[in-house]
């Protein structure tokens, strides 16, 4: 079975060292809170919970999945209970408004804790990681009594909430949706219509399910401009603010995934349920993003903590695992053979994981600094939502296709045994695929990064980040052993604003540039922002280097780590930056019909 | 759920357009069975078979899976007529000796049945394909007995084969097993020992089961030089030469598995189990290779098999799927949206997908005729066997790689929908998972092509293929239609070599070079095959388009396919080079401790 320990001494470095989080929080109006002794509390208790508590159930949730059984969803033995110990530790109301009974930490600090729960049971963080992102909604969103009825209640935990998008013949399209909210006498809403891919949509874990779910008014323009946003329980709240009467929504079935069994994936069917409209009319999307912004981060998250544990594991197997000799004779003479980690394509992929692994924490931990930044308001906001708004597609797509990347490999370290179950590896690689398509596939981020972002901002929003990029490396220009990063990380910073000017002036004459070249493009900048965040990495192991450390390999390791990154993960950009200014014309010439001549004729 | 159409087009082009079977069977002894009319039978029928058999049962292997219980297991509904089907038409015995009841048919053409067999249903292929391995080993190192023993009943088809390499402790490393053979007086021999992940190893399919198994003699060396090869029936051949009596070998417990579900993975338990030993003591391993390169080539053919069918069922979702408009404005305004095969980046996918198979398929047809060439000896046996070393870890490794990201991309182009078990797509990635590993994982692959084919032959195996390759550009030096393609090719064919120099003299300085080195090195090689199979594919086209044909459409498509190879997936090269020329170091620098401090401290 595989096994999980919170990194925190990769955290503290991030957080301490690299990103001087003690200093971020001193200047956040909510940041006094988040004292070192409080930080590390939940630290401690964040790695506690899950490593005894979430990681057991891992497996189990995998095997067992959930089950259905007319209308009523069961989740996995020890979910239940683990949510129990959720709500009692205090976890749900961390983050949340002080208001509704939340405990106002920083945002980022909640973002901490939901690596630790990525990586020790996917499945089971998206019960409250689906119910976080329904908060935000209402707390942004929400009138005043929907705040009342709704949010403490889902602060407090007891209950949870979703996220009511995707339809069966729509999932990006969402102007297509069918869904319909009726207006009452009452000035509440009957909502009709069927969701699918409703993520915690029924389970057995809280005493009130609320959904956020976008329907069309009867007089809505067509299109994504006519969408609205209502607030559907499970349960009406009753004149005590409890769970209530029955609503109109059910469960119909669930679905059989690939992977994330312990979650349930469910298909909800709205038979004229009763809503309340959030917000104006048709301005449902716009308010629904909150949400996907932060779910997006999310997801990268969940890229991240499964980059991590696939990592741990394959590293505890690749120094068990006997075979072969090393390829310059014997390592360990006294044993069978040589434990696998002697060979090079082995550390090859040992590191790939570490790589992806650290660099993405990161960038993600810079992020989560940017929401603080954000939703502290003040002077900083505004620049720290624009280069927010940038990041979001590489921290999805990026570290989602890495985090695939890093199960993948971790079932290639444990050979045949990576393919059976009880090992446990292959379920990272079965979990980690839906990260790629939920909240947006990669090929919709790469859309949402260089045509929206950065095309649309005429490279505004890039520019910033960039010359941030150019800032740093301008400042270690006379560091002579840091040069090994900085002067190509110079140089591809200088080739991404080339890059993108020669995409833009081709999309200029033609749109379908941009999709051709999204994906390679998005890989290229996340490659290329992890480089920024491994120079940095560099430059403080080589600070703590020279300052003298009695932690000597662990900082010399993240040198090791940063130079493997430099060569054998950053020069995939050349294959990128190639397939790229071929443009779109081998993509766009065939013909419709020639596709499937190989078997239709 | 997905659909299977044989590619009998592209099949036919391959065949008879690009590699000239015709003219390769009048060559062969026995090449005059294959005349175009039993050729075209076959086709037909392993179309038919396999499209209306095999297709609908893949769904159910997965579902269902195999069953133990006490030693017995159970093949999923459907798996066991399907093979009696089989059976009865005679497909078994196609490619086999007359002299055990073959039709003595070219190998090549059962390679063929089997790229439709791997597409439609992968775990059920896996019966007839082990089986197919354990004939030849009896074929070529069997005594006259042992061949009349078990030989006839094998190729009839009423008995199956399997291979017993594997031991929970040693996969790659069999010098490590630790089996035994004890001599008996009757000159048979004891075998005891458990074998792992023994494919078909115990079903209900057939009346017996024919294991190959790898065991130590008493007196028996130590490492890979000391080990003996076995044949062990399930059954003892009676004086009938029918089923007899039971053998002491059980099946322990079937695996469970990512994928593959319809394929029974046997632990083997042999207890004092009597069994014939195979040609002379130690020489065991020399033996298994017949049957291990006949293996690594069959699972090249999986993962083609898997590329061509995730391809079929991605390029019908993306024609029906409606989602979003194309950036260039609708293309379908009267429907609700426009398909996604409008969308650039749905294309990219798809034309990989497309260049993969056809591309591959070109490639093992090739090696299928080198086989051929290889069984009817001669005077081209030798340069064929060479050329089919070289590039049998090429096929295994990079057509299932290939495969992988195939598969993947077809759960990409469904979206949500791909990881859905409903729709059948995410089952092609869990089963494709597995050609990555057995019969040797990507990395064993490496090393035998860099260092074991390559580099210690000096390099000639390879110049033997670069050569054939220059000769092909050459002659095409004025062709200027065909300069796009040549051009290219002509470079790279002159890089590989000078590649292979490179990393040679590293090797001699630093073995771990090879290693370290390796995957890149054959992931290169394998781009750069493909491409050559692609220009002479894009060659082949603008002849019969010069020529004038009625099916233009068919040959432009090529022409394109062949563009959007060499311009979006060939440059990958330029990674691989890159990472390539890195070398070692930041491989082997990092100390072993130092890998985990981030979790560790």
Redesign the interface.
């Known amino acids: 079975m595989p096994t999980y320990?919170?990194?925190?001494?990769?955290i503290r470095?991030v957080m301490d060292e690299l990103l001087d989080f003690p200093t971020h929080y001193a200047q956040l109006p909510n940041g006094d809170d988040a004292s070192p002794e409080i930080v590390s509390a939940i630290l401690q208790e964040g790695a506690k919970f899950t490593e005894e508590v979430l990681t057991p159930l891992n497996q189990v949730g995998d095997s067992q999945g959930c089950s259905y059984n007319e209308g009523v969803v069961t989740t996995p033995d020890g979910f239940k209970e683990a949510y129990q110990q959720y709500v009692e530790g205090g976890w749900p109301s961390m983050t949340q408004d002080p208001a509704y009974g939340g405990q106002g930490l920083p945002s980022s600090l909640g973002m901490v804790l939901n690596e630790m729960v990525c990586s020790a049971n996917l499945s089971w963080g998206m019960y409250p990681g689906l119910s976080h992102g329904a908060m935000d909604v209402l707390l942004h969103h929400g009138t005043d009594a929907q705040k009342e009825m709704f949010l403490s209640k889902m602060v407090e935990g007891s209950w949870t909430g979703t996220m009511c998008l995707?339809e069966p013949?729509?999932?990006?399209?969402l102007g297509?949706i069918r869904t319909k909210a009726e207006p009452q006498a009452d000035g509440t809403y009957a909502i009709s219509g069927t969701k699918i891919?409703i993520s915690a949509g029924e389970h057995d874990m809280s005493d009130n399910i609320v959904h956020l779910v976008l329907a069309k008014l009867p007089d809505a323009p067509g299109g994504s401009k006519g969408i609205s946003l209502f607030v559907v329980p499970k349960f009406m709240p009753d004149a005590q603010g409890e769970a209530g009467e029955r609503n109109g929504v059910q469960c119909g079935s669930i679905?059989?995934?690939?992977?994330i069994h312990g979650n349930s994936t469910c298909v909800m069917n709205f038979d004229g349920a009763q809503g309340y409209l959030i917000g104006e009319p048709h301005k449902g999307l716009s308010y629904m993003f909150v949400m996907m912004n932060a779910a997006r981060i999310g997801v990268g998250m969940q890229g991240l903590g499964l980059t991590?544990v696939a990592y741990?594991n394959s590293?505890a197997y690749a120094?068990d695992r006997?075979?072969?000799r090393?390829?310059?004779g014997p390592k360990f003479p006294e044993k069978?053979?040589d434990p696998i980690?002697v060979?090079?394509?082995?550390?090859?992929m040992?590191?790939t994981q570490?790589a992806f692994?650290?660099g993405g924490r990161a960038l993600i931990y810079y992020t989560a600094q940017l929401i603080d930044k954000v939703h502290a308001g003040g002077e900083d906001a505004n620049e720290a939502n624009e280069l927010l708004g940038l990041l979001t597609p590489i921290v999805k797509a990026f570290l989602t296709e890495a985090g695939f990347e890093a199960a993948?490999e971790g079932?290639?370290i444990y050979?045949?045994h990576?393919?059976?179950?009880?090992w446990g590896m292959?379920q990272f690689?079965?979990d980690s695929?839906?990260t790629?398509?939920?909240e947006g596939?990669?090929?919709i981020q790469?859309?949402d990064l260089l045509?929206r972002k950065i095309l649309m901002s005429q490279g505004e929003s890039l520019k910033r980040f960039t010359k941030q990029v150019h800032k740093f490396c301008k400042a270690e220009e006379g560091n002579s052993e840091l040069a090994e990063f900085t002067t190509t990380l110079s140089q591809l910073n200088q080739e991404w604003g080339e890059l993108t000017m020669q995409v833009g002036m081709k999309a200029m004459q033609?749109?379908?540039e941009?999709?051709?070249a999204?994906?390679d493009y998005l890989m290229y900048s996340g490659y290329v922002t992890l480089a920024y965040f491994w120079a940095q990495t560099a430059k403080t192991a080589q600070t703590a280097l020279a300052n003298g450390t009695n932690?000597t390999?662990?900082y010399?390791?993240k040198l090791?780590?940063a130079?493997?990154y430099f060569?054998?993960?950053l020069?995939?950009?050349?294959?990128?930056v190639?397939?790229m200014q071929?443009g779109?014309?081998?993509?766009?010439?065939?013909?419709?019909?020639?596709?499937?001549?190989?078997?239709?004729?």
């Open positions: 320990k919170a990194p925190l001494r990769d470095f995707t013949h729509c999932g990006t399209d297509l891919f679905e059989h995934k690939m992977g991590e741990q590293l120094r006997l075979q072969m090393s390829l310059n069978a053979a980690i060979h090079p394509d082995v550390r090859r040992l590191l570490k692994a650290e993948n079932v290639q050979g045949g990576g393919f059976i179950h009880e292959e690689v079965r695929r839906i790629r398509l939920y596939t990669t090929g790469a859309l045509g033609n749109r379908d941009v999709g051709a999204s994906v932690e390999a662990f010399q390791g090791a780590t130079r493997f060569q054998k993960l020069p995939r950009t050349r294959a990128l190639a397939t071929t779109a014309d081998s993509l766009m010439a065939m013909e419709d019909e020639q596709f499937g001549l190989g078997f239709e004729i």
